[in-house]
């Protein structure tokens, strides 16, 4: 599952830290559901351990599935209102960027049909 964090029309996204999979490439932060967990509390807890804030689960607002090869996963994006200033615990470079400015960054490829949709016009404020 994945975080979309919305402030002053931006959203925030994170490049991968080198020796991860994926190294350098950007995604909205999140992670796995752990055994036990709903998407709320697993989201509230990647939001601590990437980034030191603390986060309230709005809505799910996208659901995508995606085959990097080997694997299949299952993508569920929920809006989400952060407390506290964010810290690259986790990941690198945490940034708030437009929607537009997404076209300039090397995202996850299971991330590009969320991307499209993004970038709609007004599909921030539906979400806020």
Known sequence: MAAVAIRDGRVLVCRRPAGTHFAGKWEFPGGKVEPGESDGEALRREMMEELGVEAEVIRLVGRHDHHYGDRHVALHFYT?????????????????????????????????????????????????
């Open 80 to 128: 989400v209102r952060l407390t506290g200033e964010v810290k690259p615990i986790d990941c690198d470079d945490p940034r708030w960027i437009e929607p537009g400015e997404t076209g300039t960054l090397s995202f996850l490829e299971g991330d590009a049909a969320f991307l499209e949709e993004l970038r709609r016009p007004g599909q921030l404020e539906e979400w806020s």
